[in-house]
């Protein structure tokens, strides 16, 4: 079983190619959307943001895979997205997972969640990790 070590949202990473260490520019816990952004019904908020995982082996000394899924919950906690993606740990002993999301669906400003979850045996998913990201109203000129 693979084991989740951090997940960070941020605006963009970027892999040195000779050490393989990744440095994560503008992590971000809030977004600031417009105050003339309607809040009737659901708002698409067009803003690109990475969400980067580090995983690792259980065990160094056994591959394994392990599948991940990476949620979105508004506000009042209603599931508005998820991607699932296999961490192949077979050929390297850790690896990092990158979801590109260019937009949020939201329902109101406020504190929104990205969860973290692992599948265990039996198709249970266990969180991992959770992850608030703020949406909030820009101050007016």
């Known amino acids: 079983m693979a ?7 941020c605006t963009r990473a970027e892999t040195n190619p000779r050490s393989n260490n990744i440095s994560l520019i503008d992590v971000t816990e ?3 959307v417009s105050p003339e952004l309607p809040w009737i019904g659901l708002a698409k908020i067009r803003f690109p943001l990475k969400v980067v995982s580090l995983w690792i082996r259980d065990d160094v000394g056994r591959p394994e895979t392990e599948k991940v899924r990476l949620t979105h919950r508004d ?11 296999d961490v192949d740990l077979r050929d390297v002993a850790r690896r990092r997972v990158i979801w590109e999301l260019e937009a949020l669906v939201v329902s109101a400003p406020g504190e929104q969640e990205f969860r973290v979850k692992t599948q265990r045996p039996h198709d249970e998913w266990e969180i ?9 109203i820009a101050a007016s000129d």
Do not use: C, K, Y
């Open 3 to 9: 084991r989740h070590v951090w997940t960070v949202v």
């Open 30 to 32: 809030q977004v600031n």
């Open 75 to 85: 506000v009042d906690g209603s599931l508005r997205a998820s991607w699932e993606v």
């Open 128 to 136: 991992v990790a959770r992850i608030p990201l703020e949406i909030a």
